[in-house]
């Protein structure tokens, strides 16, 4: 797994984000799919290979971060498709940025585990 290729790739989520709420990104985005933790290349990791580190507690914790991650992202598409850009943008400024803090925060806490053990 890159794990340096998936921390920059949360990290842009919340330009992808900012961009979708002002309305001048190209993305079209869906609360459905964005909400979905097993899509991203992480999300294929963590449900496929990683599996073998489910025992990890930093594995367990990167998988509960990582769902919040894309629970709270979800949250903000869903108010842009219910016409409310001011609650997306504070769940942007509250708790997408701390899910994805913490996300990032446990990628870099199991590659350090995972880097150990080699």
């Known amino acids: 797994m890159d794990f340096d290729g998936a921390i920059k790739a949360h990290n842009s989520w919340k330009d992808r984000l900012n961009s979708f709420v002002g309305g001048w990104g190209c993305e079209n985005l869906t609360s459905r799919s964005v909400s979905k933790d097993d899509q991203c290349a992480l999300g294929r990791w963590i449900y496929g290979e990683g599996q073998a580190y489910k025992n990890s507690r930093n594995f367990a914790n990167l998988v ?3 769902k919040r991650f894309h629970e709270a992202a ?13 609650t997306a943008k504070q769940i942007i400024a509250g708790m997408f940025t701390q899910a994805s803090k913490d996300t990032v925060e446990a990628i870099k806490n199991l590659k350090i585990e995972l880097d150990a053990g080699d």
């Open 64 to 66: 509960k971060h990582h």
């Open 74 to 86: 979800g949250k903000v598409v869903s108010m842009v498709e219910a016409c409310d850009k001011c």
